[in-house]
């Protein structure tokens, strides 16, 4: 089974002219999914397609009901992903919840971070409180306004560099102040490869080696119980890069068991077939690549038999 943990649809009621057709052409997506040998698209909302000026409870509420819509209809082909606000909002925080336990969806997906608040904002604490109750998996995503973004203007880099770095920065954020020692059971996936966090553990290492030095300046608080790089091996990362050594340096980081594929396809115009061919040219065991296609996420998700 091939198990794609990273693409994006919206409610037809959400269309706007500048919308990409893909992310509403469910026949165009099971094409793609036929040519590529994969069965199962996982969706989530990634708030970059969101109506302008919706309240964020209207869009969970209204993509909640969408994902659970489609994921009863198409159980064979799309598993949709509760939409989410980590941010001290209790309304949110409710429907998140009923989307899990009455919807039945299988997962959450949330913004790196939202406005420039990050998952290591004291806000987010009730949010995590209830996914690690929960149990689910949760899907990390960057948003639209991202890290860097006043330099980002050209060459649509908030896509190609911002989002990536922006996960990097909130998730490094999240490991610093504690964020694992508080809530030890989250299952964090994280887009595109977890941005640079597969190419950091040293750099991290000796940080943390040297935090009693203060001439390297101040480190606070001291919160962590083991190096950094141990916290980086909890999460998972996902495939979404086109680019085979990336997903190696991940491999070779948190292990093939702690990567899924991805393929950010729709709303990206890029075939699910040279998403999946990413994988394939990995050198590494056929077993590796399975667990990397479909087993580590169908455990992740409650699909695995």
Not at 103 to 119: A, D, Q, R, T
Request: hydrophobic share 40%; net charge negative; glycine share 8%.
């Amino acid at each position: 089974m091939i198990i794609d943990c990273h693409a994006h649809l919206v409610p037809p009621s959400w269309f706007h002219p500048k919308s990409p057709k893909s992310i509403f052409d469910l026949p165009g997506l099971f094409e793609e999914q036929d040519k590529a040998g994969v069965d199962i698209t996982v969706f989530g909302n990634n708030w970059i397609r969101s109506p302008d000026g919706y309240d964020p409870l209207k869009v969970v509420l209204e993509f909640n009901e969408f994902a659970a819509e489609m994921s009863a209809k198409h159980p064979k082909r799309l598993l949709g992903l509760a939409c989410s606000v980590p941010f001290d909002n209790d309304k949110i925080l409710k429907e998140t919840e009923r989307a899990i336990r009455e919807y039945k969806l299988k997962g959450i997906m949330i913004n790196s971070s939202v406005n420039g608040e990050y998952l290591d904002s004291p806000r987010a604490a009730p949010f995590f409180e209830l996914v690690s109750d929960l149990d689910v998996p949760l899907f990390i995503h960057p948003p639209k306004f991202t890290i860097g973004n006043e330099k980002m203007e050209i060459f649509r880099l908030p896509e190609m560099l911002g989002r990536p770095f922006d996960t990097t920065l909130s998730l490094t954020r999240f490991i610093f102040t504690g964020g694992f020692e508080r809530f030890p059971k989250l299952k964090m996936v994280c887009a595109h490869v977890g941005g640079a966090l597969a190419m950091l553990p040293g750099r991290y290492g000796f940080g943390y080696e040297l935090r009693k030095d203060m001439s390297f300046g101040p480190w606070e608080p001291d919160v962590m119980t083991r190096p950094p790089a141990s916290y980086i091996k909890q999460l998972y990362f996902d495939t979404v890069c086109y680019h085979p050594p990336a997903v190696q340096c991940a491999i070779d980081t948190i292990g093939a068991d702690h990567v899924v594929f991805g393929s950010d396809s729709p709303p990206v115009p890029i075939t699910l077939v040279r998403a999946v061919d990413t994988v394939k040219q990995l050198k590494i065991p056929e077993a590796d690549k399975q667990k990397i296609f479909g087993d580590t996420a169908a455990k992740l998700l409650g699909l695995a038999g």
